[in-house]
């Protein structure tokens, strides 16, 4: 299991232990956005979904507040998305970086996020207070190489640009899963062309304009030694 802590704009705290973590995949709002997200895997060799959107469990533990990645080789990356954290009393909404193992992807979509963690922001809003508002929240991404700071750019949007968390809501009462340790990360959204998505670091933000409060999570890949055998 994975115990997250989260810190919401009033200080109060809230520690979740997570029983059950979900990927949301192909679940963009906009059918060309989500066809645009097909694309940028069928290049990567990833082939076309069966159906859509998709759910994938992965393994409670991958759900992590962590600042570092190990990874086994250099075609991982990032997905800037949000993240629903249900507790004993609550819906919580944070930032999340859904980071998967491409080569791996190829194989098998749930394969690739079972290899890597997602990582989640370390402060969090109750859904209930920002639900009148969640289409004007905006989701960034940036990427760094070598030692720099994330400062490329390579997604930008808006929770518009995803399904609902009240429709990932709707899913989990039907499939039995909201209760208390649930986690469900929401699907990504496009990535710019161009930016070299395997880097060395990444930054996802989430902001909401009417507050201007930022919820972000950031990470820095660390490549594991070369196994012998």
């Not at 802590?5 to 906009?30: C, H, I, K, S, W």
């Not at 159906?51 to 990356?77: C, K």
């Amino acid at each position: 299991m994975s115990q997250l802590t989260f810190t919401l704009p009033d200080g109060t705290v809230e520690t979740v232990e997570v029983t059950t973590l979900l990927n949301a995949g192909y679940a963009g709002r906009n059918q060309e956005e989500v066809a645009s997200h097909i694309a940028e895997l069928a290049e990567l060799g990833v082939p076309a979904p069966t159906t859509i959107p998709a759910m994938y469990p992965i393994s409670p533990y991958l759900a992590q507040q962590t600042t570092e990645v190990f990874v086994q080789h250099g075609q991982t990356s990032g997905e800037a998305e949000w993240a629903l954290v249900i507790t004993d009393d609550d819906v919580l909404l944070t930032v999340a970086c859904d980071h998967t193992d491409r080569d791996l992807e190829v194989h098998s979509v749930a394969w690739s996020k079972n290899a890597a963690p997602d990582v989640l922001g370390t402060r969090a809003w109750r859904l209930s207070e920002i639900s009148d508002r969640l289409d004007d929240i905006t989701l960034t991404a940036w990427v760094g190489q070598g030692d720099g700071e994330p400062s490329t750019l390579i997604q930008t949007g808006t929770l518009a640009d995803l399904l609902a968390p009240k429709y990932w809501l709707d899913v989990l009462r039907e499939q039995g899963l909201h209760k208390p340790g649930t986690v469900l990360v929401s699907g990504t959204i496009s990535m710019r062309h161009g930016v070299n998505q395997f880097a060395d670091s990444w930054k996802v933000t989430m902001q909401d304009p009417a507050t201007a409060d930022e919820l972000t999570c950031s990470y820095r890949t660390v490549r594991m030694p070369q196994p012998i055998g």
